[in-house]
């Protein structure tokens, strides 16, 4: 199925929002921005804040259950994008990302899931130092 | 609500293509195995709450979409520099 370019569909919804609001562009800032935007398609006044993970916490890992991959009709991890979400309600200083519910998309068929990992390491808000810039990991 | 006695191997459905099978009893501790369509979003329920009310707390308002495009153009500006 070819899907439009970066619109993503989260088909079962994401929890917490209504479940028609099920579509979703996602929008880089910058080729070298550990940033995206998470914008609703349906609803312009939803936006999620959304950071490549692995560009804060260098050792975040999880394995994805036969599950996911089956409802996101995934052969291989190529076609796999990962993103957490950042809640910066209390602005960027005072910033938390959930690790606990990375957001997975499916790039080669546009299909997108919040799951919930079984991880004890991993918190709903972890406390995002963005004072740290990314790219001194960049070099790795 | 609707309370039913299975025993292990045993299963229920919900709706035409949802079921629910009972994998294995030990102790206090039941194995589910569930079968359900990819649009049915299937959370355990203490963390389905929590992460509810997480993703409505984290839609964007509109100075942290600023903070953060603030933010993007200044790393972008000190690394052409």
């Known amino acids: 199925m070819p899907k439009d370019k970066n619109i993503y569909t989260f088909t079962a919804g994401l929890p917490g929002l209504p479940t028609e609001l099920n579509k979703f562009e996602l929008v880089s800032l910058a080729s070298d921005s550990p940033f995206f935007f998470l914008q609703s398609v349906q609803d312009e006044t939803v936006c999620f804040i959304l950071v490549n993970p692995f560009m804060f916490f260098t050792d975040y890992e999880f394995e994805i259950t036969n599950d996911v991959t089956e409802v996101m009709d995934m052969n291989a991890s190529e076609q796999l994008a990962v993103f957490c979400i950042v809640n910066a309600g209390k602005g960027l200083k005072d910033a938390t990302v959930n690790l606990l519910a990375p957001v997975i998309l499916n790039v080669a068929t546009g299909k997108a899931r919040q799951v919930v990992l079984v991880d004890k390491r991993y918190t709903i808000r972890h406390p995002l130092s963005v004072n740290k810039p990314p790219s001194e990991k960049e070099d790795k | ?81």
């Open chain 2, 1 to 81: 609500m609707l309370v039913l006695t299975r025993k292990k191997g045993q299963s229920i459905n919900i709706g035409n293509d949802i079921r629910v099978v009972l994998l294995d009893v030990t102790g206090d501790t039941v194995r589910i195995g569930l079968d359900a369509p990819s649009d049915v979003a299937i959370y355990r329920s203490e963390i389905f709450q929590t992460l509810r009310r997480e993703n409505r707390e984290a839609v964007a308002n509109l100075n942290a979409i600023s903070e953060i495009e603030n933010l993007v153009k200044i790393s972008h500006k000190d690394r052409k520099s």
